[in-house]
């Protein structure tokens, strides 16, 4: 009471003073404004923290446990939990708990259906979709949730605030109190609503940097797939070289050797390089094929081995069933006790033997073994081992057959002898190339976006920066323009057949650098492969400073260079392209740059040109040629024309070469020069061949005439169904095949030489006939003359131009292949006879048939009649 009587009186004492209680209020008030702006602090260094967590590199469930003490410094939170929350799903999981009543053990990774959880009241706040504050009983009973012992102790306190994605419930955090003196306020509820979207957005953060990372580690682990595959290509591809090496080098031996002894000791140095052959012999049936002599044996237990009667060894197992045999020690002995072969010699720890084969008919085996347990034979060693056993027993029937025709054939071999060391030299400098690529392959350290030989971007980085420089013209934002430079060196190839690719990979580094040398810093040269480079040239006024540039390219090329000791004086020919609206990507750019770089070859190489509309109406008409030649083959527009194969000594007509002819609708009559590039181009050209083929059989069905022969290119030859489908032209039109023949080049041969010998040999059984065109161009045919069913060889009209002139190389190189002929039966047909010396010239040589425009020029079947 005096209390309150003296505040009264001082407050009537005057209305100057204050009095006791405004200034207590004025206290209360500062310790409120202090208060407030202490847990402002505190809650915006909880903000900052819980950011920084979202940021850092701790697991999930540290993250969550250090902003679970983040909210114990902001209210009692003892005991809390986080659940995220999938409505589509309709599924929860318990990323975060912790509680001291409750021992429940949350497994963040489990999710859990909302039909696991009828009585939750967690599952009820997130429905709810609003914070829920007040005793759990209380807020069950508000809810309409049934009490449920399996989801805990109800709690004093239980305060719980959903998380918001989007307007959408994802998640929530809950705190709740069993102790009956601490509870949580509207503050409290206000607080944790403000922190729990700040969690959220941790989560999100924490949620992305985890997917981000496993994307990373996927593209790791991808491209780590992709670089063992790339190693295993390269193992792979140095496999195949070191197999294309033997096999050249067998091919070599059957002309090379000096003797049969020779050969074999070769073979088996060729065989050492592919597999461990320490212990190798090849063994032939002689006689009546009733005795085995051993031609070739080096062996380190059996040092000799002498002929013997066929028995029942080993080699007489792989004799008598055609098939090679792998066997270990296990497997000997088990074909032994099986009475299948008998032990003879020193017994082998793993032996490998292949059949020879001639003509398919077994006639030896080659074997290689070993005698250590160290030392095993593989599937993939009987793989090799017969592979290259098929190309030993072809070289084998070679050389046997010049060794009982050696008298006859000494020019010939001379000949032979001569490209054999030509070849093996060039043999020798690929292998050196080769060589160098795979070192300069294992020096690679960005081949993503850089070219691995020079070191310059590569396409990708070029067109990926063309583009840039497109849309940065499209917008308009630069007052300068741009133009891209294509450059191709002039006679490259010349200088890779003369000289070698190293010398040529030594030609490129060079020619990159004085490239780089002579451009701006700011522009970029790109390698694009082969042998063609391009320049990006930035920022530029016009025209005149891009060709100002291709001639100071041009100068800089043209000094000589020392390559591998020797000087060469390379050029360059140089297409430009400037940028115009019309360019919608770079690639168009590239492709009117390197159709001016070809004009500029055409005009005589060593210059620059730039692409202009002429070009551009080049490029209109090669695709309006195209657009005509499918309407040329829907129309069948394509007719043959006979050109006469005829007996040089009396004129005697024995045949025709069927030649190709476009009826064109507006231009007339077009031979194949005019548009057989669009069609190959274009892939057409194989739908043109079998019309004609058809004309043919036809124009054949009517009129008799001799043989005619169809031009067959490697393309058609390789598909599988070529001979089903020739024969069954000619059965349909009831045409006898034996007046029809194929004429083939060599590359058709040796592209797939197995699938190639089943061809002609399916042909020949039904009586089509073939003939190996432009013969004497090639490197390879002559040993392969002996191995597949060639009935005529067409001399190429180059030697038959030097006929009659101051070639006397023509002359000789003709003697040979005449000779050879004679030899092994094969008709010879001289191509290209135009004046009545290189007839004469022929008569004398021996040569039986010609062809030319000296006894006729290709005509239609009607100017026949």
């Known amino acids: 009471m005096r209390g309150k009587a003296s505040a009264r009186s001082l407050g009537e004492a005057g209305t100057d003073t204050p009095t006791a209680d405004s200034a207590g209020s004025a206290l209360a008030a500062a310790q409120a404004r202090i208060a407030s702006l202490q847990k402002s602090e505190r809650l915006q260094q909880a903000l900052f923290e819980i950011a920084d967590l979202a940021g850092s590199d701790l697991e999930m469930q540290d993250m969550l446990r250090r902003i679970h003490a983040v909210v114990g410094g902001l209210m009692y939170a003892e005991n809390c939990y986080i659940v995220q929350y999938d409505s589509e799903r309709r599924s929860v999981r318990f990323l975060y708990f912790a509680d001291s009543s409750d021992p429940y053990v949350a497994d963040p990774e489990h999710e859990i259906p909302e039909d696991e959880l009828p009585n939750s009241l967690t599952i009820a706040l997130l429905h709810h979709g609003a914070p829920l504050r007040g005793p759990s009983e209380v807020i069950r009973e508000t809810l309409g949730v049934p009490r449920d012992s399996s989801h805990g102790p109800d709690s004093e306190d239980w ?25 949580y306020s509207d503050e409290d509820r206000a607080l944790l609503a403000y922190v729990a979207q700040h969690i959220l957005t941790a989560l999100d953060r924490k949620h992305a940097r985890a997917e981000l990372e496993q994307r990373v580690e996927e593209r790791t682990r991808e491209l780590q797939q992709a670089n063992r595959e790339l190693q295993a290509e390269i193992v792979e591809r140095q496999r195949a070289e070191r197999l294309q090496r033997a096999l050249f080098r067998i091919a070599e031996l059957s002309i090379t050797s000096e003797s049969l002894e020779r050969f074999y000791a070769e073979v088996h140095d060729i065989v050492g390089d592919l597999l461990y052959a320490r212990n190798f012999y090849i063994a032939l049936l002689a006689g009546e094929s009733d005795m085995i002599e051993f031609a070739y044996s080096v062996d380190e237990r059996d040092a000799k081995r ?45 032996w490998l033997g292949v059949p020879l084969l001639r003509e398919e008919a077994v006639v030896g085996v080659i074997t290689v073994q070993s005698y250590s347990p160290a030392i095993t034979f593989s599937k993939r060693d009987q793989e090799l081992l017969t592979f290259v056993a098929y190309h030993i027993g072809s070289g084998l029937a070679r050389k046997q057959a010049q060794e009982r025709l050696k008298g006859a054939h000494v020019e010939l071999e001379r000949r032979v002898e001569e490209r054999t060391r030509e070849l093996a030299a060039a043999n020798d400098e690929l292998l050196s190339q080769i060589g160098e690529r795979v070192r300069a392959e294992r020096r690679l350290t960005h081949q993503a976006q850089h070219d691995a030989l020079t070191g310059l971007p590569n396409r990708s980085q070029l067109l990926e920066r063309l583009g840039a420089a497109i849309a ?103 297409g430009i392209a400037l940028w115009l609206p019309r360019y919608r990507s770079g690639e168009e750019m590239l492709r009117d740059a390197d159709a001016a770089m070809y004009r500029a070859k ?127 032209l000619l059965e349909a039109e009831g045409m006898d095949p034996a007046r029809l ?58 030697f038959i131009a030097g006929l009659g002139g101051s070639q006397p190389e023509s002359v000789a190189v003709i003697r040979a292949i005449l000779a050879l002929a004679v030899t092994l039966g094969i008709e010879t047909i001289a191509e290209g006879v135009e004046t009545e010396a290189q007839r004469d010239a022929l008569v004398q040589l021996g040569c039986v048939y010609g062809q030319g425009f000296l006894f006729g020029r290709p005509a239609a079947l009607t100017q026949f009649d």
């Open 306 to 350: 002498v002929p013997r009667k066929v028995g029942h060894g080993l080699t007489e197992y792989v004799l008598r069933t055609g098939k090679p045999l792998l066997a270990d020690r296990a497997r000997i002995e088990a074909l032994a006790a099986e009475g299948e072969v008998q032990i003879i010699g020193t017994r082998s720890n793993s």
């Open 159 to 183: 305060l719980g605030v959903p998380m918001h994605r989007d307007g959408r419930v994802c998640g929530a955090i809950v705190v709740q109190s069993y102790n009956r003196q601490v509870g």
């Open 741 to 798: 023949r194929i004429e083939i080049t060599e590359v058709a041969l040796l592209d797939d030489a197995p699938r190639a010998l089943r061809t002609l040999r399916v042909l020949r059984q039904q009586g089509v006939l073939a003939q190996l065109d432009d013969f004497g161009t090639g490197f390879s045919a002559l040993s392969y003359l002996h191995h597949f069913p060639i009935e005529c060889l067409k001399i190429d009209r180059s």
């Open 472 to 574: 940065r013209a499209r917008h308009g934002g630069e007052k300068k323009t741009f133009a891209v430079l294509f450059l191709d060196l002039d006679r490259f190839k010349l200088v890779n057949d003369s000289v070698g690719h190293a010398v040529g990979d030594e030609l490129l580094i060079e020619t990159g650098r004085r490239i780089v040398a002579t451009v701006r810093s700011e522009d970029m040269v790109a390698r694009l492969g082969g042998d063609e480079f391009a320049i990006l040239v930035e920022s530029i006024d016009g025209l005149p400073m891009a060709e100002e540039l291709a001639n100071r390219i041009l100068g800089a090329l043209g000094a000589p260079v020392w390559v591998a000791g020797r000087e060469l004086f390379p050029t360059a020919s140089i």
């Open 602 to 728: 055409g005009a005589g190489r060593d210059r620059c040109i730039v692409f202009d509309e002429v070009m551009r109406e080049e490029a209109t008409r090669i695709l309006d040629l195209e657009a005509d030649l499918r309407r040329a083959i829907n129309n069948d527009a394509f007719e043959p024309h006979y050109q006469p194969i005829i007996h040089i000594t009396d004129g005697t007509v024995v045949g025709h070469e069927a030649l190709l002819r476009w009826r064109h609708e507006r231009r007339g009559l077009l031979a194949p020069g005019e548009f057989i590039n669009v069609g190959e181009d274009s892939g057409l050209i194989e739908q043109v061949d079998w019309l004609l083929y058809a004309r043919v059989i036809s124009d054949m069905a009517r009129r008799d005439t001799g043989y005619v022969s169809i031009n067959v290119s490697p393309r058609h030859f390789r598909s599988a169904d070529f001979a089903d489908r020739l024969l069954g």
